[in-house]
């Protein structure tokens, strides 16, 4: 594994992190659950991320990870990043969404419980709240990191404006903000496009980019067709009817590329993700421990020549 520096922080991620937004609620075997992280903690990752509401049901990828901890990882929770948001919604109410003080600070608490641990080590809000004051979001998160029970804090989500003012309210307050968390990939490029990249990195903060994947459409999982049991059939996020002709013809000339690069279109995805300066890790989620093989494979062939990165562009905007 690759560990790369977070912003101008002192916190090393690896190169690929491990979310688990899918796959990690009841509806799964704990034993796959298990195994996928075990798998992951091999191979050197060393950051897992969460969030209050990642399931299903909402809270229990959390319960399933503090089992995981307590079975499995007891005695390694110093080599471990552990991450957590709040921002969407949680509970029923006024008090259970958004980014109220009152809503960072509870959630944070019920997070804490779930996972059995007395920190988490990035605590994020997970969505810009157009409604709150931005320093009652960014107090919450100085508060958490003051209390003991963050050791940093991060934002998710954000626009490129909102971005500067956290960082800026934030380095007020005496607590940095270590990292961005957009979704990017060679499909969705906006934080790039819109200035999300270039704020963070002005910042300071790192940045750790969702969905590198695209949520599976990036790897060679749909190129003949919806297999059964893939998150376009099962998922509510990704949806059959976004795998349609022109993207899968897309994804052929992409496949055929990284075929040409003796790597698999998700190594190849990765790579692309991890060649843009601003980014200190591609945040991967995966079914099964195979894919996080595949993914760290990544970082074999991770760089690409001008003509390349051309070749790639015209594709994509074909
Ligand atoms: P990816 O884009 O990496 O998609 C992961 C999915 O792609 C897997 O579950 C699997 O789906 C498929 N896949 C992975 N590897 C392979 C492979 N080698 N070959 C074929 N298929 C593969 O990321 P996610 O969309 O899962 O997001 C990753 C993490 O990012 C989340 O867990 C979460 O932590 C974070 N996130 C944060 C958000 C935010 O708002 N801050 C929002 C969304 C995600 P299948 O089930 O089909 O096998």
């Given at each position: 594994?690759?560990?790369?520096?977070?912003?101008?922080?002192?916190?090393?991620?690896?190169?690929?992190?491990?979310?688990?937004?899918?796959?990690f609620?009841?509806?799964?075997?704990?034993?796959?659950?298990?195994?996928?992280?075990?798998?992951a903690?091999?191979?050197g990752?060393?950051?897992?991320?969460?969030?209050?509401?990642?399931?299903?049901?909402?809270?229990?990828?959390?319960?399933?990870?503090?089992?995981?901890?307590?079975?499995?990882?007891?005695?390694?929770?110093?080599e471990?990043?552990?991450?957590?948001?709040?921002?969407?919604?949680?509970?029923?109410?006024?008090?259970?969404?958004?980014?109220?003080?009152?809503?960072?600070?509870?959630?944070?608490?019920?997070?804490?419980?779930?996972?059995?641990?007395?920190?988490?080590?990035?605590?994020?809000?997970h969505?810009?709240?157009?409604?709150?004051?931005?320093?009652?979001?960014?107090?919450?998160?100085?508060?958490?990191?003051?209390?003991?029970?963050?050791?940093?804090a991060?934002?998710?989500?954000?626009?490129?404006?909102?971005?500067?003012?956290?960082?800026?309210?934030?380095?007020?307050?005496?607590?940095?903000?270590?990292?961005?968390?957009?979704?990017?990939?060679?499909?969705?490029?906006?934080?790039?496009?819109?200035?999300?990249?270039?704020?963070?990195?002005?910042?300071?903060?790192?940045?750790?980019?969702?969905?590198?994947?695209?949520?599976?459409?990036?790897?060679?999982?749909?190129?003949?067709?919806?297999?059964?049991?893939?998150?376009?059939?099962?998922?509510?996020?990704?949806?059959?009817?976004?795998?349609t002709?022109?993207?899968?013809?897309?994804?052929?000339?992409?496949?055929?590329?990284?075929?040409?690069?003796?790597?698999?279109?998700?190594?190849?995805?990765?790579?692309?993700?991890?060649?843009?300066k601003e980014?200190?890790?591609?945040?991967?989620?995966?079914?099964?421990?195979?894919?996080?093989?595949?993914?760290?494979?990544?970082?074999?062939?991770?760089?690409?020549?001008?003509?390349?990165?051309?070749?790639?562009?015209?594709?994509?905007?074909?």
């Open positions: 594994m690759l560990y790369n520096r977070t912003g101008n922080s002192g916190l090393l991620l690896p190169a690929i992190s491990l979310g688990l937004w899918h796959n609620g009841t509806t799964h075997v704990h034993e796959g659950k298990r195994a996928i992280v075990r798998r903690f091999e191979l990752i060393t950051h897992f991320d969460l969030a209050n509401n990642y399931g299903p049901p909402p809270g229990s990828a959390e319960d399933a990870f503090g089992q995981i901890l307590r079975e499995e990882f007891a005695a390694h929770r110093d471990m990043i552990i991450s957590t948001k709040a921002g969407y919604h949680m509970w029923d109410g006024p008090y259970g969404e958004w980014g109220s003080r009152k809503y960072m600070i509870a959630s944070l608490n019920q997070s804490l419980k779930r996972l059995g641990l007395d920190y988490v080590d990035v605590y994020y809000s969505r810009f709240d157009p409604s709150t004051p931005l320093e009652e979001t960014m107090g919450a998160l100085d508060f958490a990191v003051r209390s003991g029970k963050a050791l940093y991060g934002i998710s989500n954000y626009p490129a404006a909102a971005t500067r003012k956290a960082a800026a309210i934030l380095k007020k307050l005496g607590t940095p903000c270590l990292i961005h968390q957009p979704r990017f990939n060679m499909l969705q490029q906006e934080p790039l496009k819109e200035g999300v990249f270039k704020a963070a990195h002005e910042s300071a903060m790192g940045v750790i980019c969702f969905s590198p994947l695209a949520q599976g459409m990036l790897t060679s999982k749909y190129l003949n067709g919806i297999p059964e049991g893939s998150r376009a059939t099962v998922g509510q996020f990704l949806k059959k009817d976004q795998i002709a022109p993207l899968v013809k897309k994804v052929k000339a992409l496949n055929a590329m990284a075929e040409a690069r003796a790597q698999t279109l998700a190594q190849m995805a990765i790579a692309w993700v991890l060649s843009h980014v200190t890790s591609a945040l991967i989620g995966a079914s099964r421990p195979e894919q996080i093989e595949d993914a760290v494979g990544a970082l074999k062939t991770s760089k690409f020549s001008k003509v390349e990165l051309a070749q790639i562009n015209r594709v994509l905007t074909q």
